[in-house]
């Protein structure tokens, strides 16, 4: 063996023996590098705050979960729900639908959010990026469910009616916080999370419930 090829092996020997002795760091280790990272690598502009680096607890509880592969606890799953119904308010003029042409609107724009939305301008709530809402909309996702004649097949003729006011109810709770009726539900907490204002909620409400509205034809 020639001594060049010698030093070249005694090379990676130590390369290997240095590796070996270096300990792996640990998921922990890795999630706080990563959070360092982002935290000198952002700024906050616009409508991008800085908060959006630092989950909630629920949302830390559901990542990772999601990244696991194991399933919340029951417990777990049941406090978040609670935590999240408790965020839930009434229309403070005790009136749940707008008007649906502007809740189409709504459903339709994917703005806002960004570092580029200026502070206090409307976002949208891109309902089409995950649900089919109306018939006419020939593009949309399938993250959610089909939300055509929603009121319709929950037999809304009245929005107004004590029949209806078990489904209004349900359906306002859903948009304003999603996770007060599934834990770890990808939906946006739209009003938990300062997203649509209750007028664009109420509008959205509108879209689905109201007969005249074309979701409902």
């Known amino acids: 063996?020639?001594?060049?090829?010698?030093?070249?092996?005694s090379a990676v020997a130590v390369a290997l023996l240095t590796a070996c002795a270096t300990p792996i760091p640990s998921a922990a280790d890795?999630?706080?590098?990563?959070?360092?990272?982002?935290?000198?690598?952002?700024?906050?502009?616009?409508?991008?705050?800085?908060?959006?680096?630092?989950?909630d607890e629920d949302n830390r509880l559901?990542?990772?979960?999601?990244?696991?592969?194991?399933?919340?606890?029951?417990?777990?799953?049941?406090?978040?729900?609670?935590?999240n119904m408790a965020t839930i308010k009434a229309p403070t003029d005790g009136k749940f639908l707008g008007d649906w042409k502007e809740g189409e609107k709504v459903a339709q724009s994917g703005a806002g959010k960004t570092w580029t939305d200026k502070e206090?301008?409307?976002?949208?709530?891109n309902c089409y990026n995950c649900h089919q809402i109306s018939k006419e909309e020939l593009s949309y996702g399938t993250l959610g469910p089909s939300l055509y004649n929603y009121g319709?097949?929950?037999?809304?003729?009245?929005?107004?009616?004590?029949?209806?006011k078990p489904i209004v109810e349900y359906t306002w709770g859903?948009?304003?916080?999603?996770?007060?009726y599934n834990a770890c539900s990808s939906m946006p907490r739209f009003a938990h999370k300062v997203i649509l204002t209750e007028t664009q909620i109420k509008n959205v409400m509108a879209l689905l419930l109201d007969p005249a509205?074309?979701?409902n034809k």
Do not use: H, W
């Open 1 to 9: 063996m020639n001594r060049k090829y010698q030093i070249a092996l």
């Open 174 to 180: 859903k948009l304003q916080n999603a996770r007060a």
């Open 62 to 83: 559901c990542a990772e979960s999601d990244q696991t592969g194991v399933p919340l606890e029951a417990k777990v799953a049941e406090a978040i729900e609670a935590r």
């Open 213 to 215: 509205s074309p979701v």
């Open 152 to 164: 319709k097949l929950r037999g809304v003729a009245n929005p107004a009616s004590a029949e209806a």
């Open 120 to 125: 206090g301008s409307l976002n949208g709530g």
């Open 30 to 55: 890795l999630d706080k590098l990563t959070q360092d990272i982002l935290n000198r690598s952002f700024r906050a502009e616009g409508q991008a705050k800085l908060d959006r680096l630092s989950p």
